[in-house]
């Protein structure tokens, strides 16, 4: 299964510090999570949950440099909760990679289960 997705918000725009020292979702993390869930319901039409091992390729592309793992948890998730594998335990292998597309910022995700 592949999908295409706006980028998540950068991991400092992800999780903000409540006053007691605890960490919560930020708004933009929420909002990416519902915009991009709604994507991936759009893509997946048909497609069954994965249960077995998972092989994941993600391929950022960012408007300007970042660190590669930047998003990767709040991404993961996100296929979790959309049903595409059962929990991202079941990841067996990943590949990562970064690319520049100052005019079209997207994140590809490749999702298969392996044999």
Known sequence: MKFVLTMPPSINAT???????????SQKAHDWTEEAGYAVKKQRIGRRI?????????????????????????????????????????????AVHKEQDTLNPRVEVEVYEMD
Request: no cysteine; proline share 0%; aromatic share 12%.
């Open 15 to 25: 999780y903000k510090t409540s006053g007691e020292g605890g960490f919560y979702k």
């Open 50 to 94: 994965i249960t077995g091992s998972v092989i994941v390729t993600i391929s950022w592309f960012y408007k300007k440099n970042r660190d590669i793992d930047a998003g990767m948890k709040l991404l993961l998730d996100l296929l979790q909760k959309q049903d595409i594998y059962k929990d991202d335990i079941q990841i067996q292998e990943m």
